[in-house]
């Protein structure tokens, strides 16, 4: 018989043993193929359990702070004119239906046109965390990119930083996927575009539209929009305002959005072919600092007014705040003009002259202590010390503080008061009672430096020097603060005393307001984004000096300005005025002033020199007294600020019951007759001894 047939036709034949009995090996290629197949799978594996625990476990973070702030604005008066801003970011957020559709439509034909569709994440991005977890690749290595979508991009913007590791990049993509499930598209485009950096200095649309071209981001039009989307790739090499071949960069790549938005379906063939062959208009590069020109001047005291209002740093630079002040900005223009013309003026040619003169400039509207102007130097990147708030020897602006202490003390401006000069052996100063008299009023009129010390040491009955406290009071109580060189001794009106320009404008201004205080400010209101009002001053006002004290200082100050020293001043046209001039210095001059008001307005002038403002003036070349370039230029100002106004006069004197000359001379001559009395001698003419003894500093 032969051999049966085999029914188990799924068996081959078996293999035949080698001589050693062994099975023999399999083929080298196959092995390497079935372990790494083996490998790659299993990596797969654990890589995708790992990347699922992260995903389930990460919590989205918090937002990177700076990319939450929000630009804050400072406005003049009119709330519409923009002095500049403090921010963080140039940013100014805006809601998603603010921003114009097509806008919307050319970020995403630009940066990632599955944006609608897509999960948040590109496969290639996962694929390169998933290696980056499982260890391929060592952290510190650099991930090869590319493919991010807007998702990914605005993560990367908002919560994480811009290292390119994996480590990162696996963040990235995890927080895109996690983000791309909770939150809608609009709210990611939103963020986006709020977020992003245009270039210039710009985030976000809204503050992008307004760098390139001054317009708000709901006016963009197409091809602006177009523009903006494309400059967002890379901000630093496709401003077209660079150079030809930035420009050529961005039109090639506004071309190619064009093209996308088109095949989305957002535009027709017809839009894409009206602006496809050239770039909208772009603003110029700015190259202006940002504080330059008396902007750093009026920022920094905004800045210095908020922060002693409560408002933190933080709510400063990045609270999207609306700053009002109460700078008006015609009369900022005729300060900055003014002064710039008189140093010119003043300097008389000498350009090193008109280098070393500081002239500065506060105005202060009366009804409301809000400052209208400051002039505090030509450019604060150049010298950001602003003369206008730095203290100087006063001169004898200071005497109206002397004059209110007196009335305060019962004086009147008829009482006459010693004006001969007493010296000791070393050639001080010392207090006269006796001698030529002259009024109150007169020694005011012609700023006489020796009836005012004389004044000033016999005030009140507790002995000499004992009303410098008085004065000081005075002085306080209207609003100058003590300072530098406020020895309380005779000396205090002869104007050593520093006071700044700003403070003694907020001071005379009391007078002004017949002691009525108000202090001075820059802030007129300060909102938040939404409008809300935050912080507004209380402008009521204090009465810190006695209504009929102040009238009459007044009332001597307009005697100043029509019959004495500051009669370059009245030149403003048919309006009251009331003013002091001031010229300190002992040999040299080291500062030269020019107080005054009118009923609505108090302006002071204050001229020095050198880098310090302590040097002499008189080096400039000039005769320097308050009475001429510092009254000039008070005048020349207030011509152009009172120009249109109501013309308000001024209250009389309580006191004074004759023009200065006359009550002079009556006071004078009773003097003399009591004194020719007491001594059985005939009265003699007391004009010419009053002349002699008298010391005028104007």
Not at 5 to 28: E, F, I, Q, S
Not at 120 to 133: E, Q
Not at 325 to 351: H, I, L, R, Y
Not at 676 to 689: D, K, N, Q, V
């Amino acid at each position: 018989m032969g051999k049966p047939l085999r029914t188990d036709l799924t068996k081959g034949p078996k293999p035949v043993p080698d001589k050693a009995g062994k099975k023999p090996p399999k083929k080298l290629w196959l092995r390497i193929l079935l372990w790494s197949t083996i490998t790659v799978v299993s990596l797969a594996l654990i890589g995708t359990g790992i990347v699922a625990y992260a995903y389930s476990t990460l919590k989205i973070p918090d937002p990177n702070s700076d990319f939450q702030t929000n630009t804050t604005f400072v406005y003049y008066a009119d709330g519409k004119q923009a002095i500049g801003s403090f921010q963080v970011q140039n940013r100014v957020t805006i809601s998603y239906d603010t921003m114009p559709q097509t806008v919307k439509d050319a970020i995403v034909a630009a940066e990632n046109r599955s944006f609608w569709t897509d999960p948040g994440i590109s496969v290639p991005g996962l694929m390169r965390a998933a290696a980056g977890l499982v260890g391929i690749s060592a952290a510190d290595q650099t991930a090869s990119g590319g493919g991010s979508t807007i998702t990914q991009q605005y993560i990367k913007i908002m919560y994480l930083n811009q290292e390119r590791t994996f480590s990162r990049k696996a963040t990235e993509v995890l927080l895109a996927a996690k983000m791309g499930g909770e939150l809608s598209k609009e709210k990611i485009l939103e963020g986006y575009l709020n977020t992003v950096y245009f270039g210039r200095g710009a985030y976000g649309i809204e503050a992008a539209a307004q760098t390139y071209f001054k317009v708000p981001a709901s006016k963009l039009s197409l091809a602006q929009s177009v523009a903006l989307a494309d400059i967002v790739n890379s901000p630093g090499n496709l401003d077209p305002a660079s150079g030809d071949k930035q420009a050529a960069d961005l039109l090639q790549r506004y071309q190619y959005t064009l093209n996308g938005m088109v095949e989305m379906g957002k535009i027709t063939a017809a839009d894409r072919a009206a602006i496809y062959d050239a770039l909208p208009a772009v603003q110029p590069v700015n190259d202006t600092a940002r504080l330059g020109g008396q902007t750093g001047y009026l920022l920094k005291l905004v800045e210095n007014e908020l922060l002693a209002k409560g408002f933190t740093e933080e709510e400063i630079a990045g609270g999207g705040l609306k700053v009002t002040t109460t700078f008006d900005a015609a009369a900022q223009q005729n300060a900055v003009d003014v002064a710039t013309k008189m140093t010119k003026v003043a300097a008389n040619g000498s350009k090193k002259a008109e280098k070393n003169l500081h002239p500065a400039i506060s105005s202060i509207d009366n009804a409301t202590g809000g400052v209208r102007a400051i002039y505090g130097g030509a450019d604060y990147v150049t010298n950001s010390r602003n003369w206008a708030t730095t203290p100087r020897a006063t001169g004898s602006t200071f005497k109206p503080y002397a004059l209110a202490a007196a009335l305060r003390n019962g004086w009147t401006l008829d009482r006459g008061v010693s004006a001969s000069k007493g010296t000791n052996s070393s050639g001080a100063r010392r207090a006269i009672k006796t001698g030529p008299q002259i009024s109150l009023l007169q020694a005011t009129t012609k700023s006489d430096n020796d009836a005012y010390f004389n004044l000033v040491s016999w005030l009140n009955s507790s002995g000499v020097d004992a009303g410098a406290a008085d004065v000081i009071k005075a002085a306080n109580d209207a609003g100058a603060p003590t300072g530098a060189a406020w020895d309380a001794d005779a000396y205090l009106p002869l104007g050593n005393a520093q006071v700044s320009p700003i403070n003694q404008a907020s001071a005379y201004s009391t007078f002004a307001n017949y002691g009525l205080h108000r202090d001075w400010h820059v802030i007129a209101q300060v909102a938040d984004s939404t409008g809300k009002v935050l912080y507004a001053p209380d402008t009521t006002g204090v009465q810190t000096i006695e209504h009929e004290v102040a009238q009459d200082v007044t009332y001597a100050l307009s005697h100043v300005v029509n019959d004495g020293t500051g009669r370059r001043a009245a030149n403003i046209g048919n309006y009251p005025v009331a003013g002091k001039t001031g010229t300190a210095g002992k040999g040299d001059v080291v500062a030269a002033w020019f107080v005054g008001y009118t009923a609505q307005i108090t302006t002071s002038v204050m001229f020095v020199s050198g880098e310090q403002g302590n040097s002499n003036l008189q080096a400039q070349g000039t005769s320097w007294v308050g009475g001429k370039y510092p009254a000039i230029t008070w005048a020349m100002y207030m011509k152009l600020e009172m120009a249109g106004k109501d013309r308000v006069s001024f209250e009389k004197s309580t006191t004074a019951t004759a023009s200065p000359s006359a009550s002079a001379s009556a006071s004078a001559s009773a003097s003399a007759s009591a004194r020719a009395s007491a001594s059985g001698s005939a009265s003699t003419s007391t004009s010419a001894s009053v002349s002699a003894t008298s010391t005028t500093t104007p």
